[in-house]
């Protein structure tokens, strides 16, 4: 069965530092894909970043990498240069191709916070 | 772009009485949205997958009649807690799956207190 970990309840991060986030998943589906969300106090869950099960590199969006490691099954998050306003809930979620729902299967969670 | 609205934010209401939460997608046509639960500092709970012109798929363990699922279109599906009690407080969140992007993206989330 599909399964998406979080093993890291909470994190704190130095300003201006880097921080990794952890995620494994486990999926028998060749074909998926990996996401992570922050999801702030105020509760709306905002998307960072997408890997594509396929895809041959690491995603990038800005300060947000995602350091993909297939055969370890890990899609960690990477925020460098941290900021204050990156302390919220980090969520990772995984959608499988051949399930044809479309539906995502979430961690647990992750709480970080910056500190300045 | 990829904008997701919510109706209302939040919402307080007597025991016994029926609530409907809108979810719209602004900028972006979805065939698909979803309907998720989520209680304080857990994760989300996928409740149902809304598809446009066609009955909701609910997720084992979740009432249909307790929690009723329209998508009359290709941008808004609206989700009615029926006969509301105490233990439907909750954040219910929805999120709508744009076709370009293949991605989930979120509405702000309706918190629902039942007194």
């Known amino acids: 069965a599909q399964k998406i970990t979080q093993t890291q309840p909470g994190m704190f991060v130095q300003e201006k530092e880097a ?31 997408y890997q594509g099960s396929y895809d041959q590199q690491n995603a990038t969006e800005g ?6 490691q297939k055969a370890r099954k890990s899609a960690n998050l990477v925020i460098s240069a941290s900021q204050l306003g990156d302390s919220a809930m980090y969520f990772c979620a995984m959608r499988e191709a051949y399930s044809g729902t479309y539906k995502y299967i979430f961690g647990t969670g992750t709480r970080l916070k910056v500190l300045a | ?3 997701v609205s919510q109706h209302p934010s939040r919402v307080i ?3 016994g009485t029926s609530v409907k939460i809108e979810c719209r997608s602004l900028d972006f046509q979805a065939t698909t949205m979803f309907w998720y639960r989520q209680f304080p500092k857990q994760s989300l709970m996928l ?14 363990g979740v009432e249909k009649d307790k929690f009723l699922i329209n998508h009359a279109s290709l941008t808004l599906s609206t989700l009615t807690v029926t006969s509301a009690h105490p233990e439907d407080s909750s954040f219910y969140i929805c999120s709508a799956r744009s076709i370009s992007t293949d991605t989930q993206y979120f509405g702000p989330g309706t918190r629902l207190t039942v007194l």
Do not use: H
């Not at chain 1, 494994?24 to 106090?41: A, H, I, N, V």
């Open chain 2, 47 to 60: 409740m149902a997958t809304s598809n446009e012109g066609s009955k909701a798929t609910y997720e084992q």
């Open chain 1, 19 to 49: 921080v990794t986030l952890d995620c494994t998943y486990d999926t028998s589906d060749p074909s998926y894909g990996l996401f992570w969300y922050k999801q702030p106090s105020s509760g709306e869950m905002i998307f960072l970043i």
């Open chain 2, 13 to 15: 209401c007597k025991s």
């Open chain 2, 1 to 3: 772009g990829a904008v």
């Open chain 1, 63 to 68: 300060r947000y990498s995602l350091n993909f």
